[in-house]
């Protein structure tokens, strides 16, 4: 069974890094994933909620704050030492077969702690604003998939690291929602 999802895995990021590439995609893709492409809507976001909200504002920059500490730690030091999944660009069966648009990490595969992370924060920030502005979780979904799928068209991740991190990133966003955003309610 497990060997069958890995092939399976396999096959689907052959399907992603391989076949559907085009140069745009190669362009918007490889930018797409790059952490200080994304700085701006980062700053906007926690400058929002501190010039907008005060006190409470001040609460939802640190529980933004908190759930990435959280959501990169779970990720990188327990979850990823724990599986010790190879990245396709590091993998000795698959890094031949691996069309690699930016430099591939050290690191395991297994989560994406990209993808992890950005569920994580769209799920945080979604439901902050989720009784004043319910598009907001949506679009952050959006764009937590679109960083997510990313990682996988540029061959630093399979398609189940990704699906890994987008369960692991909206447990902890939901769980840290549950207890804090009750606390905060902008």
């Known amino acids: 069974m497990i060997d069958q999802l890995i092939q399976y895995d396999v096959f689907l990021f052959e399907l992603i890094n391989n076949q559907f590439q085009n140069p745009f995609f190669d362009f918007i893709l490889t930018a797409a994933r790059n952490k200080y492409i994304w700085g701006p809507l980062y700053v906007f976001i926690l400058s929002f909620l501190l010039l907008n909200f005060g006190k409470k504002g001040l609460f939802a920059v640190l529980l933004v704050l908190v759930t990435v500490g959280i959501s990169d730690f779970i990720s990188s030091s327990i979850v990823k030492p724990a599986i010790k ?102």
């Open 85 to 186: 999944r190879d990245r396709p660009c590091n993998d000795v069966l698959q890094k031949k077969e691996t069309r690699l648009l930016v430099k591939c990490g050290r690191g395991y595969s297994f989560t994406s702690s990209h993808a992890t992370n950005h569920f994580a924060l769209a799920i945080v920030i979604g439901l902050l604003f989720y009784r004043r502005k319910r598009f907001i979780l949506i679009s952050l979904m959006i764009w937590a998939s679109f960083i997510s799928y990313a990682q996988v068209y540029v061959g630093v991740h399979y398609p189940f690291d990704v699906l890994g991190g987008f369960l692991l990133g909206t447990f902890i966003g939901l769980i840290l929602s549950l207890i804090f955003i009750p606390k905060i309610d902008l």
